[in-house]
């Protein structure tokens, strides 16, 4: 592979203006399409799939649960009079319709009068619809003579009253009081009894606060614009409080929350970041000496997310904007790639060799987090899906731009001597050999084992909002006015249609009713005694035709007419009323109750394409609320809203799902691992290390109380990124090493280091942060980014050291799997094994990239090599030219106890392959890189050819007893005329022997 990326650079190398030219057509190209994606902000796709989630979905997209914009007008002292706060609020009123028109729909709280008279009339006009069944139990009472009279007489004191012109027409036309029962309904649509009307306007009975409502035109998400809105309110408010002297007014809404959040994001954002990029910059210029250096290492990144985003656009055509926020936020990950290819150039300026160390270990690294990314797929959330889409993609392309990029832009000083920064000191030291670290890691995820299944997961998304303490307690002095100190809890009825929402909405009215009169709710504010659907209207109307009967109207006509007469009242006074008895009554629609008056029922009703909702509002204790919501789970057509239990509900199977994620990337990033590494036992070295790094990492935050939530649960993910990189990164510095005996730990160790310089930087630097989910997401990354670079630093290389080249230097083959089940010697003593020796020479190549091809060769060469053998004699030296990889030393080291072998290899790689066998340093083999340097021997084998005849012509003449040749052309008449004669010729192979 790495060959292919070295192809592409040195074409690119050769042709810059091409180069240049074709790079920026691509991105063009793709910033064209990335900019064609539509971007979703619906915040219910974080909601996981299933039945009950796509129903909530669909109720929360057409629902308008976001708390209005509250304004209070209080007065400061007893001695202002409620008609000064209806000044101050009339005045407000106009100010805000002048001057904020933009930013406000409508402003409630005012009642006009004729509104009043509007909604009497409908209830009048449609009274049986009003009227419940216990009402015609008070109806009932009403018909005696005894309360008639009552009722009349009270009617009759009230028109001789100063202001009998008003109640005239209300009393000619029900003298008894029924539109009253009907009345009463409406005073369910608020929730709360501590408001009344003065002067049109909702003030609290003691006539000290005025409340008003303001329906913004923008969503609490368009922070620039209600920033606009709120300074400008604050403005007309301020003005009014230095006018009105004794009154004053404040607001509140969640507007305000967001607007906090949001400028504290900004706020936190500016000091930790700025300073963090700051030394980030500095850093990165110090160490690579280059000041460009910081854009080359966003440049794979940045094209690698347009790109992603591009092929989104194309085979998706839309995206959570939430997923791609979150995304960016991971795409940190991919500049690790960048900084390790600079760092191995910048210690390497060998481009060849730069490719063949760094190709494998980026395309792996990316690989697996590719995949560890793409198991967010598996997750029922649109969101996370998309996201783990986005990463996936992103995090694979930024590491193929990075290998193809890098390298031809980064241009590392040309000097032989390399500064030393205290970078390059700090990963030279090989941590594995501090005991006390080891211990301390092991001691660490030994008392890990105890606690990481113990993190909590909070699915309280309110824990993560930012609430100034000034904010916090306008919201609490206004619940205290309306009288919600306790929990407040939405009840959604829901339907294909508005018809069927109000059917469902009626049932859930008699059960909040029963639970009001049991005490197990404080109030409820509803329109199911007002509005109902048309089946319950029209069983209504059933009701009040069939309780009229002829009998009963005839005789309460009688005792009115006679009882009236008692009063001066004329028989034909009360026609109005009985023409009301005797009126057939038709259901009513939904536009009739818009129609009628204030009632504000775009505040209870809202309706979408297939699915309409009516939401009531139920205010409870806070002990009993998780009882109340219980009790509707699994209620067809019914959802209880509680935003605290909402989350609990369908966010709090997220800790499992992301634990069922971590153990599908831990599978899916092994077969990975399996795949490239093509061995069992590596692939288990690399991805032990992660599994010790996550539960260490649950450990610590169990101990210290840390939480997960929705957002650093989703950036755990970024750290298990991290730790794969770390782990693959020290995995092929160890094999490396092992393979060609030349250690190059520092340079592996450097690139790390600075991977995990600039993540804390970047996402640990949040730690000053005062928004709390800053706050968390810094928290998880620094303990995960720190126990991710401990773990590999000090425990898996220690793994390694102690399987694996410890082993090495003590001549012994490393450790593998198959020496467990050959604890009884059965295999290795095997005749098989006494003959050829293949499982004592191979196991001299495990876990080396030469090791397929040294199987194959083995297989290919073992019977020459035991022909071969038979031609020499215990305690002979042994002089080998071109040692195929050192199999034929090995196999001979293996087959005589007391020879002395020397091996001639001419390509470097080989000879560094040969040298760092294990059976190297325990059996006494020799190795050279140059002719010149192998001693004359008694025996030669000639391996295959040899171009320079004259030099090893002469090492044969000095001191040789026997020549083997081997597969090779090599001329060898002259040994003839030496007195050497043939004594074997077969199979490619020839054997000289000198005659006494």
Same mark, same amino acid.
């Given at each position: 592979?790495?060959?292919a ?6 074409f ?19 910033s ?39 304004i ?11 008609d000064s ?22 402003? &409630? ?33 009403? #018909? ?8 009349l ?7 001789? @009253?100063p202001?009998?012109?008003?109640t ?39 006539? &000290? ?13 368009e922070?620039?614009k ?33 607007? !906090? ?11 930790t ?22 854009? #080359?290492?966003?440049?794979p ?6 790109t ?7 085979f ?21 790639? !960048? ?7 910048r ?54 731009f !990075?290998?193809?990029l ?56 309110s ?24 929990k ?41 005694g ?7 209207q ?12 002829s ?12 009882i009236?007469?008692e ?10 009323f009985y ?16 129609? !009628? ?25 806070e ?30 199977n ?38 010790i790094?996550?539960?260490i ?47 190059d #730990? ?63 230097? +003590? ?6 799997l ?6 009884n ?17 191979? @196991? ?7 090791f ?39 196999? #001979? ?18 000879y ?20 010149? +340097?192998?001693?004359? @021997? ?12 004259e030099?090893?012509i ?40 000198k005659?006494?």
């Open positions: 592979m790495h060959k990326f070295l192809n592409i650079h040195n690119l190398k050769n042709r810059r203006l091409f180069g240049i030219i074709l790079l920026f057509i691509y991105v063009v190209i793709t064209v399409l990335a900019w064609s994606i539509s971007l979703e902000e619906d915040i219910t796709r974080l909601i996981p799939s299933g039945k009950k989630q796509d129903i909530l979905k669909k109720v929360l997209r057409v629902t308008d649960l976001s708390d209005k914009l509250i209070t007008i209080s007065a400061s002292s007893d001695e202002t009079s409620p706060l209806v000044a101050y609020a009339h005045s407000l009123t106009e100010k805000i319709e002048k001057e904020l028109p933009q930013y406000v729909t409508q402003i &409630k709280g005012k009642v006009p009068p004729r509104d009043i008279r509007q909604v009497y009339n409908f209830v009048y006009d449609n009274l049986p619809v009003f009227l419940q069944e216990n009402d015609y139990e008070e109806i009932s009472n009403r #018909l005696y003579p005894d309360s008639i009279r009552d009722r007489g009270s009617g009759y004191r009230q028109l001789m @009253s202001t009998g012109f008003v005239k027409d209300y009393f000619l036309g029900d003298p008894l009081g029924f539109a009253n029962l009907g009345l009463a309904k409406l005073q369910e649509l608020q929730i709360g009894d501590n408001f009344g009307i003065y002067k049109n306007y909702l003030v609290t009975k003691d006539r &000290k606060n005025i409340i008003l409502f303001l329906d913004s035109t923008l969503p609490s998400s922070t620039d209600n920033a606009d809105f709120i300074n400008g309110l604050e403005a007309i408010t301020g003005r009014l409080n230095t006018r009105f002297e004794g009154v004053e007014a404040s607001y509140f809404g969640g507007i305000l929350y967001s607007l !906090a959040n949001a400028s504290r994001i900004k706020e936190d954002i500016k000091l970041i700025g300073i963090a990029g700051i030394l980030l910059l500095t850093l990165l210029v110090f160490f690579y000496r280059k000041i460009y250096v910081p854009l #080359l290492l966003f440049i990144s940045l094209m690698a997310g347009i992603a985003i591009a092929i989104l656009s194309v998706k055509g839309s995206v959570s904007a939430i997923s791609l926020g979150i995304g960016a936020i991971l795409l940190g990950i991919t500049l690790d790639y !960048a900084l390790h290819i600079m760092t191995h150039y210690n390497n300026r060998d481009i060849d060799q730069l490719y063949r160390d760094i190709t494998r270990p980026v395309l792996m690294s990316s690989a697996t987090t590719a995949i560890a990314f793409l198991c967010l797929i598996f997750l029922k959330s649109e969101a996370l899906n998309d996201l783990g889409l986005f990463a996936s993609i992103s995090v694979m392309l930024s590491s193929v !990075a290998l193809i890098v390298p031809l832009f980064y241009q590392p000083n040309t000097d032989v001597t390399r500064n030393t920064t205290f970078l390059d000191r700090i990963a030279a030291v090989d941590y594995s050999r501090i005991r006390p670290l080891v211990i301390i890691v092991i001691l660490l995820f030994a008392v890990s084992l105890f606690f990481f299944n113990r993190v909590e997961f909070n699915n309280d998304l824990k993560l909002n930012y609430e100034p303490s000034g904010i916090k307690e306008l919201e609490e002095r206004v619940e205290s006015l309306a009288g919600r100190s306790g407040t809890v939405y009840m959604v009825a829901y339907g294909n249609s508005v018809d069927d929402a109000l059917q469902e909405n009626n049932r859930l009215y008699q059960r909040l009713k029963e639970f009001e009169d049991e005490g197990r709710i404080r109030s409820f504010s509803s329109i199911g007002v509005i109902l659907s048309t089946e319950t029209n069983n209504r109307i059933e009701n009040w035709e069939s309780f009229w009967t009998a009963r109207t005839d005789s309460l006509k009688e005792n009115i007419t006679v009236s007469g009063y001066g009242f004329r028989p034909q006074t009360f026609n109005t023409k009301q008895l005797e009126r057939d009554f038709s259901n009513i629609d939904l536009d009739d109750y818009k129609n !009628a008056g204030s009632l504000y029922l775009d505040d209870f009703i809202s309706e979408g394409e297939d699915i309409a909702t009516v939401t009531s509002t139920v205010s409870l204790e002990d009993g609320s998780s009882d109340f919501i219980s009790g509707f789970d699994g209620d067809n057509g019914i959802f209880a809203l509680d935003r605290k239990a909402m989350n609990q509900s369908f966010l709090g997220l800790k499992e799902d992301f634990n069922m994620l971590i153990l599908i990337s831990m599978i899916a990033v092994f077969l990975v691992l399996l795949i490239c590494y093509r061995n069992l036992e590596i692939s288990i070295f690399t991805l032990l290390p992660i599994a790094t996550w539960i990492a649950l450990g610590i935050m169990a101990i210290l109380d840390i939480e997960f939530n929705i957002l650093n649960i989703i950036i755990s993910t970024f750290i298990f990124g991290l730790g794969l990189d770390y782990s693959i990164f020290i995995t092929n510095a160890c094999l490396d090493e092992y393979e060609t005996g030349k250690a #730990l520092q340079t592996y160790q450097t690139s790390i280091l600075i991977s995990v310089i600039t993540s804390l930087l970047g996402m640990g630097a949040l730690i000053f942060a005062r928004h709390p989910a800053l706050r968390s997401v810094s928290v998880v990354s620094i303990i995960g980014v720190i126990t991710a670079v401990f773990v590999s630093f000090v425990i898996q290389r220690a793994i390694f050291k102690r399987l694996i080249l410890k082993r090495v230097e +003590e001549g012994k083959p490393p450790f593998h198959g020496q467990l089940a050959d604890l010697g059965r295999l290795s003593e095997s005749e098989g094994e006494k003959l050829y020796r293949k499982r004592a020479v191979l @196991s001299n190549y495990r876990y080396k990239s030469v397929q091809k040294v199987s194959r060769k083995f297989r290919y060469t073992r019977e020459k090599n035991l022909r071969l053998s038979r031609y020499i004699r215990e305690g002979e030296n042994i002089s080998i030219v071109n040692s195929e990889y050192g199999i034929i030393p090995l196999f #001979l080291s293996y087959k005589f106890e007391n020879v002395r072998i020397h091996a001639y290899e001419s390509r470097d790689y080989r560094r392959i040969s040298k760092s066998a294990p059976r190297t340093y325990d059996a006494g083999i020799v190795y050279y890189s140059s002719i010149s +340097e192998l001693p004359a @021997s008694e025996v030669f084998i000639i391996n295959g050819d040899f171009p320079d005849q030099v090893l002469k090492l044969i003449k000095e001191n040789a007893e026997k020549v083997i040749f081997v597969d090779s052309d090599f001329p060898n008449r002259w040994l003839l005329d030496l007195n050497f004669e043939i004594i074997y010729r077969q199979s490619n192979i020839l054997v000289f022997r005659v006494d």
